[in-house]
């Protein structure tokens, strides 16, 4: 079959041990799987918009997270909305034109984060993805 112009070769529900005995196969649904996941890494999507021209504040928010993480994450990256290249944004209440980049991770814990805009002026929108990590 390798030497036929494109072969291909599927292999499904391996599971590979270390040692001289063999476990009974773990089945595990997609949920579960992705839970377990999720306690290293999750991205979450950030769209809020709040107050007015004439209520300025700078930013924070706090969000409860998908699934309890492992500990609490740290703040690997953060983009545009929707992507995983690009600015996240926070926009000046006072100038709507005008965007800025960041955010910071103010606390973090195993279920929840809270972020800033990382400026010190005062903003009225934020929106983008943040990457959390808790890796071993």
């Known amino acids: 079959w390798f030497t036929t ?6 292999l499904t529900g391996v599971q590979l041990e270390v040692g001289d ?13 992705l839970a ?4 290293y890494f999750q ?3 950030i769209r809020l918009n709040t107050g007015s021209y004439g209520y300025k504040y700078m930013y924070e928010e706090s969000f409860t997270l ?21 600015t996240f ?15 910071t991770l103010l606390e973090a814990s195993p279920t929840a984060i809270a972020i ?3 400026n010190t002026n005062t903003y009225h929108y934020m ?10």
């Open 89 to 103: 944004q926070t926009m000046q209440a006072d100038d709507y034109t005008t965007m800025t980049d960041g955010v």
């Open 36 to 39: 377990r996941c999720q306690r």
């Open 116 to 118: 800033r805009s990382s």
């Open 5 to 10: 112009n494109d072969a291909t070769f599927e």
């Open 127 to 136: 929106k983008g993805r943040v990457h959390l990590k808790a890796e071993l």
């Open 43 to 45: 991205k979450i999507d």
């Open 66 to 86: 998908m699934t309890e993480m492992r500990d609490g994450p740290s703040l690997h990256a953060s983009s545009a909305f929707g992507v995983d290249t690009g």
């Open 21 to 33: 005995v063999a476990t009974d196969f773990e089945h595990r649904s997609y949920g579960d799987e």
